[in-house]
Nanobody, 125 residues
């Protein structure tokens, strides 16, 4: 069974940090681009960051650059998103998703995702 489980969210003050985890199972981790989306109430889903675990290539949205760092632990089939200097506008539910490559991921052609189970990040001002 394919699973992507997002966790690590919480409530933090502006300027604080959180580390999100996306634990995967049931598919070959190294063969995909895996990353994070977020959705705030009343807003469209927004790309945040992605990584290809095989070679470590990364993507960051403009809002994530310089503040967030994505990484992968290939021995645990897990992708992490270290978020620092958090802002109230980062408040959203964060989801992880996998696609066959970066082009597919950026085009939201996901093979696997955690839409049914995101993790809530709330940043207070």
């Amino acid at each position: 069974e394919v699973q992507l489980q997002a966790s690590g969210g919480g409530v933090v003050q502006a300027g604080g940090s959180l580390r999100l985890s996306c634990a995967t199972s049931g598919f070959t981790f190294d063969d995909y681009a895996i990353g994070w989306f977020r959705q705030a109430p009343g807003k469209r889903r927004e790309r945040v960051s992605a990584i290809t675990p095989k070679d470590g290539e990364t993507f960051y949205s403009d809002s994530a650059k310089g503040r967030f760092t994505i990484s992968s632990d290939n021995s645990k089939n897990t992708v992490y998103l270290q978020m620092s200097s958090l802002k109230p506008e980062d408040t959203a539910i964060y989801y992880c998703a996998a696609a066959v490559d970066f082009i597919a991921w950026l085009g939201e052609a996901f093979i696997h995702d955690s839409w049914g189970q995101g993790t809530q990040v709330t940043v207070s001002s």
